[in-house]
């Protein structure tokens, strides 16, 4: 799974319908769908490229390199995805793809163990020498990544091996050693995979380089301004003014060391890539200035600067946070990809710090932001999440340029698409956390895994219809008793969770968020968990004054949405007064299995209709209308329309 | 007045405390202000150069062209702004300075008339072949405003003279005939400057010229694609993808001929400048197809597309307009220069047409957003007017990139001081409309002006407080009896007008939105118009989401807006209850003079303060707070501090 290792997890696979449904969707549909785009095989999409460039730079194809100075980590994000899918289900004919897909990316690496198409065909000679623009170590990060999860998935080395001569040239290359690059990337993600690295091959030095690569960061001189003067000043972007990505080290989070910082900013996707990286070190090594650091920062981002669906990153303006309460629906960013990174963070601060708080937002993110990054039949895409739109004014108003009121088929820029399914491919390493006082169950899905927790192998086989329904049942599978603690997660939207333990009730014993239970399992213990899924409104922090006197649903740990489709155009008429039932309700057509919200609301249209000012304004006629919310994963999936999250509270 | 020549009205002379304060500002403040920094002596201002560039172009200096490629246009708008008040009060060492100026403009016109500093001195060769991008033709409309006004001023010819040699060189270029350009400007100005100054003259080539450059505007094949061709494909500007000005045709109204436009597009400022002097053409040529195209266009903007403030553009992206009732409150652009020319757009249809409606939107403009351009001291100016910031979100959200949150000083493109200076000096001009039908009052403003209809010189004597108070006085000035009609505007904000002729109440014949007297006048005759005041709410359009459940307030013809300086922070929590009385108190500090209102509000604080969400949010906690209102174009002359025009209704 994206950066976790966890050596205590032996084997699982997910039954749940809800997210069954979904991996067979990124099996069946989007990584076949990805694998055409990566050949340039899809008519209407922007040509990618990407395996072609491999196939150039191993000499098997003339060309020149095309697409995003990134593009190769499109391929490794496939491999990827293609490793978890392997690992839940062998599939020959994938796997004989991928193990080609390998054998090109093998026969693209250079001698000295260097490895990337753009700077092996167009500027050999500038290798390492634009760590600030270049992608060069994100592109390796990719690869590390995919490297471990085939061979974790599969067995098989060739990657993997791939991945450590990479890694030893890069090891070769930076450091503070004489002779080296102290250089550090512009987009971290070489931090984390190396940790990934580490922990599938034991190898400290991989280790130790991502100590190094996060511990340099920030330090002054500034690596961005000398190698670009090296450079002599020549920038590798031309928007935005030319060399802006050097110049803004807040964009990189190289405007301070780590352990100084004080506030999520820049670049989203840079800033939870980092500090999944960051948290997971800080773990390893114990360090407590790191973990500080992880804990001041994930607080900043997700008490001051996270979208109720989980989203980071208000602006398009760098795909950037802006500042403590400043969320503006209409014009968000909360790309798919931070959200998909928001996870990654969150599971490596679950291992270090095993606290509920951390589950909530990974959970919030995951149900909202990332899966509604993709559409319900597989084949399109968000980049951009907002949380109110207004196709009208969108097609008018530039501010929007970045928000999309439909999905898109594939990006000229596609890091969404595949990060989106290497994270359903591997949400079954988010469900469990295995740490040293207790096994802990993050996220409630249908599935069986397999444990091994001081010389005992256990299992746990869950059954749930989450997230439509709160009631979860867990059995104990195991061929003799054994002892341990396990944590069941008691989530933040859960006002009266109830716990029985062999058709008793258990009386719930809370730590940091999860009900505890230690005792001696035994063979068939069976828990079960329920956790009522009333619709609830959410309110917004008295600063919050894009949520000023409007209010959110949620129901279990999906966040609801207005639709024109349902509702009729100007959704900002509409109001929810504080005594509307909230009535959930089965869904039908392209929401059939889905529970939706209907409540009696209130649509408030102003009188007067033709003057666009009008003095001494009557009270607003409100007439009765009843509202129809759906999940906010699934909105845009009947075209285009106007959607809202937050309504006026009545 | 800038694009006005009303050969009726003789004479002009403000003397309301409120306007006469201001045109001594110009006077004393803005235009010996302007005058330094068009020759660089502002040490903390970005330089201008644009004295230089006359002083090099002249031969008198060595040196190159620096600035924007319309700098020219600083020094004719200062020139304009002069010639006002020259017109006011002579003012010799005033005069023998634009004398010295007017003659280094005559010194760098060229043999054949070309006058034009940036292709002078840098590109000769390239003259007239850029015309989307290079404002040639406006830099020669701004010329032809001033020489208009300098000459009407102090009767001096020199400047008018160097028009009329550029005007007959343009002439000599442009037009259908053989050999001639097909072109037209990038920027609208020229049309409405060739109108004054055939007014002026009476050459009728000059009429013909301006309407051979609305006439041809939108015409296909698009000139400014044939002359990108022509130049290779070369583009002036490189920001937004280098040729956009080019390519997007609606920017410069330039997408279809005028009389087949529907809405009000693209760049506001080069909207209002084309529609003031099509407006203009179609009066004197009695054209009902272009009539008709103002008066749609006209309605699109104003009912569609206005803030409240009268401001115009809602978006920074090509400082233009966006779509129907989409005005975002804190992103705004609604630049000052847009005010300004809605003002000479408004003023000609005024002439056109009679109706008040357009005095109306004139006087909004004016009062809210023209002023709101201005400090207070004359000192610093707004390009942009938001109707809502939040300085601590503006710092961090480049969705603010263009909004201040306080006036400058001046700007590198300096457009919009100028502007408001030239517009205030010319205030007088917008007071009255001489008519065939009638003699119009459209603003009360205090002062004297002389007339002259059917032969008999006559004059109107107003004394008013306004915008303070409603109450105004005109004693009409004569030697003898004489018949004419004349229509006093009942401006829209006021619901029961009340008017006295010699102390008789007299009833009100209300045609057009005037109060129309016909009669014998004798000198000395009086009319009393009490015009109440009472602070009243404003509601917007069902469409308007941005104003939706919203109220602003208004006294009379000024907006108001609430301040942090009076209201604390986080303004976006105030409300107004429905019956709140409104109540106008009299200003202190830099308010003094003015009114404001107070009115018992609410502050609606959500219980919680640490969470950024929470569950069953309890009812937001209401306390009492008086509120204090401040006009709107007084705003910001206290340091930064958020400020709102619209706040929730209670």
Redesign the interface.
């Known amino acids: 799974m994206p950066g976790i290792q966890d050596p205590q997890l032996k084997q699982i696979a997910l039954t749940a319908p809800f997210w069954s449904g979904y991996q067979a969707l990124v099996r069946d549909v989007v990584v076949p769908y990805q694998w055409l785009a990566l050949n340039d095989r899809v008519p209407d999409a922007e040509p990618s490229h990407a395996i072609a460039n491999f196939r150039i730079a191993a000499g098997r194809e003339q060309g020149d390199f095309r697409g995003m100075i990134f593009q190769d980590s499109d391929v490794a994000k496939w491999l990827e995805a293609v490793a978890y899918l392997l690992a839940q289900q062998r599939d020959p004919a994938l796997e004989r793809t991928a193990d080609e897909v390998i054998d090109l990316v093998a026969a693209a690496q250079q001698p000295d163990g260097y490895l990337n198409t753009y700077f092996t065909l167009k500027a050999p000679a500038e290798r390492w020498s634009n760590l600030a623009e270049c992608h060069e170590l994100y592109c390796a990060g990719h690869l590390f990544e995919a490297g471990v999860a085939y061979f974790q998935a599969t067995g098989k080395r060739t990657l993997l091996e791939v991945c450590c001569r990479f890694a030893d040239h890069i090891d070769a290359v930076f450091g503070t050693g004489p002779g080296k690059l102290q250089g550090y990337p512009g987009h971290p993600e070489v931090e984390l995979a190396l940790l990934r690295l580490y922990e599938a091959t034991g190898e400290e030095r991989y280790r130790a380089l991502a100590r190094y690569f996060i511990d340099q960061r920030g330090s002054r001189p500034h690596w961005y301004d000398i190698e670009h003067e090296r450079r002599g000043g020549v920038s590798y972007w031309d928007n935005h003014g030319k060399d802006w990505m050097v110049r803004d080290k807040a964009y990189s989070q190289a405007h301070l060391p780590l352990v100084e910082q004080q506030h999520a900013t820049g670049h989203a996707v840079r800033f939870v890539y980092l500090l999944a990286g960051a948290a997971h070190l800080a773990r390893l090594d114990g360090d407590a200035a790191k973990r500080e650091a992880c804990l001041r920062l994930w607080h900043d981002m997700?008490?001051?600067q996270?979208y109720?669906t989980g989203g980071i990153g208000?602006?398009?303006?760098?795909e950037s946070?802006?500042?403590?309460?400043?969320l503006?629906n209409d014009?968000a960013y909360a790309e798919s990809c931070a959200g998909v990174g928001l996870m990654m963070f969150a599971k490596r601060m679950l291992q270090m710090e095993g606290e509920a708080g951390y589950a909530d937002a990974m959970e919030r993110a995951l149900y909202n932001v990332v899966l509604a990054g993709m559409s319900l039949d597989g084949k399109a895409f968000f980049y951009v999440n907002p949380l109110e739109t207004?196709p009208?004014?969108m097609?008018?108003?530039?501010?929007y340029?970045h928000v999309k009121p439909t999905r898109q088929r594939w990006f000229g820029c596609a890091c969404c698409p595949p990060n989106i399914a290497r994270l359903i491919a591997s949400l079954g390493h988010y469900v469990y956390t295995s740490r040293a006082e207790a096994l802990h169950v993050d996220l409630y899905v249908g599935g069986e895994a397999w444990f091994e927790r001081d010389g005992v192998r256990f299992g746990l086989r869950q059954r749930t219809d989450y997230p439509w329904d709160g009631r979860v049942e867990i059995e104990v599978l195991a061929e003799q008793a054994f002892s341990t603690a396990l944590a069941l997660r008691l989530p933040?939207?859960c006002?009266q969770p109830r716990l029985q333990l062999n058709d008793e009730d258990v009386p719930l014993q809370v730590r940091k968020g999860y009900a505890w239970l230690e005792r001696e399992w035994r063979p068939g213990d069976r828990l079960r968990l329920e956790l009522p899924m009333p619709v609830?409104?959410?309110?917004?922090?008295?600063?919050?004054?894009q949520a000023?006197?409007k209010?959110?649903l949620?129901r279990g740990p999906l966040v609801y949405c207005l639709e024109e489709a349902d509702n009729g155009a100007?959704l900002?008429?509409l109001a929810l007064p504080?005594d509307a039932a909230l009535v959930p309700v089965a869904g039908d057509g392209v929401f059939a299995g889905m529970t939706l919200v209907e409540a009696d609301g209130l649509r408030?249209?102003?009188q007067?209709?033709?003057?666009?000012?009008?003095?001494?304004?009557p009270?607003?006629r409100a007439r009765s209308q009843r509202l129809r919310f759906v999940p906010y994963f699934a909105w845009a999936n009947r075209g285009e329309g106007e959607m809202r999250v937050w309504l006026?509270a009545g």
């Open positions: 997700s008490a001051r996270m109720v208000a602006q398009g303006w760098g946070f802006t500042s403590a309460y400043d503006p014009s207004v009208r004014a097609a008018a108003n530039h501010a340029d933040d939207w006002g609830r409104r959410i309110g917004a922090h008295p600063r919050l004054r000023a006197g209010v959110a949620q100007d900002h008429q504080a408030r249209e102003p007067g209709r033709e003057a666009l000012y009008r003095y001494d304004p009270p607003a006026d």
